[in-house]
């Protein structure tokens, strides 16, 4: 869950190995030392050198999901992945590692031509956005176009946000986001 992301920044960093990512091509940050919430471990980021002579890209994720997922049993029923429990699956952002993992190998074992390309997984999302906030941009070594994997389907890909529309509300009720409070909200199932 968010700020507990050391045991799935292991297993990433691991699978990332095992696709053929050189070690030395694997680092954490130290966002973790400057967000103010408890925070186990930095961002993990992994570069994979390009086989031409391309600007770099981005494609990020992150690694935590909300607190209703600790524990979560994936089980396949019939063509769809349901919870063994009474949990979530963790899907936002579960489906994000896995396909950042997944374009890694099949790059790497298909030796499929790339540019440059930065992973980035990033921390505490859902308590803030807090693992991106910190991260010190020059780490990233300039990517030139960025895409942000974070939804229900893998094939959810954010590609840009041409603007945005500001407006208030006022709700007046239960705090229900399950990354914010819990343990105050009521669960819509």
């Known amino acids: 869950i968010t700020g507990q992301e050391k045991n799935i920044a292991r297993e990433i960093q691991i699978a990332l190995k095992d696709a053929g990512v050189p070690q030395r091509h694997i680092r954490f940050d130290d966002a973790h030392e400057h967000i103010p919430l408890p925070t186990q471990t930095g961002n993990l980021l992994a570069f994979l050198p390009g086989t031409s002579d391309a600007p770099r890209i981005m494609f990020m994720t992150h690694m935590d999901t909300v607190p209703l997922c600790a524990g979560a049993v994936p089980v396949l029923k019939g063509n769809k992945i349901i919870p063994q429990g009474e949990t979530a699956l ?4 579960r489906t994000g590692c896995a396909v950042l993992v997944n374009l890694a190998t099949t790059l790497i074992k298909e030796k499929l031509p790339h540019p440059p390309i930065t992973l980035l997984f990033t921390v505490r999302e ?12 020059s780490i990233l070594q300039k990517p030139t176009m960025a895409f942000n994997v974070d939804g229900r389907s893998a094939s959810d890909i954010t590609l840009g946000a041409v603007g945005a529309d500001r407006w208030e509300v006022e709700i007046r009720g239960k705090a229900s986001h399950a990354g914010v409070n819990p343990e105050r909200g009521i669960s819509a199932s």
Do not use: H, K, Q, V
């Open 90 to 93: 963790g899907g936002d952002n």
């Open 126 to 137: 859902e308590s803030g956005l807090f693992g991106a906030r910190y991260l010190e941009p």
